[in-house]
């Protein structure tokens, strides 16, 4: 199970830090990939950040990069989102996921949702302008 958390109302400009709890079985959380989605109204799911261990930096969508990092506790099961200099284009539900791959076939693969198995249940992130 995936439990997000850390969603709200910001103004144009502020920060937002989101949590996502991890409970695995058979297999330790730091062997997980795991991401960030999000989908505001009337759009597509779209990825935003990733990390996995096989990789030496996490991967982030262009529209984010710069902005926003995720990063994890394997002694806490969780994966973090921070969000900085958050626009009301970022607005959306922001949702985490994991898989249990460690590595994947290519980069391409690591943006693409049905890649990943479990899903948290989102989290809403509203910017004012």
């Known amino acids: 199970q995936l439990q997000a958390s850390g969603g709200g109302l910001v103004q144009a400009g502020g920060s937002l830090r989101l949590s996502c709890l991890v409970s695995?079985?058979?297999?330790?959380?730091?062997?997980?990939?795991m991401a960030w989605f999000r989908q505001a109204p009337g759009k597509e799911r779209e990825f935003v950040a990733v990390t996995s261990p096989n990789r030496n930096a996490p991967l982030y969508s262009g529209s984010v990069e710069g902005r926003f990092t995720i990063s994890r506790d394997n002694a806490k099961n969780t994966v973090f989102l921070q969000m900085n200099s958050l626009s009301p284009e970022d607005a959306a539900v922001y949702s985490c996921a994991a898989s249990p791959l460690s590595a994947f076939p290519n980069e391409r693969l690591l943006t693409v949702a049905r890649m990943y198995l479990n899903w948290g249940q989102g989290t809403l992130v509203t910017v004012s302008s």
């Open positions: 695995v079985s058979g297999r330790t959380f730091s062997s997980h990939t």
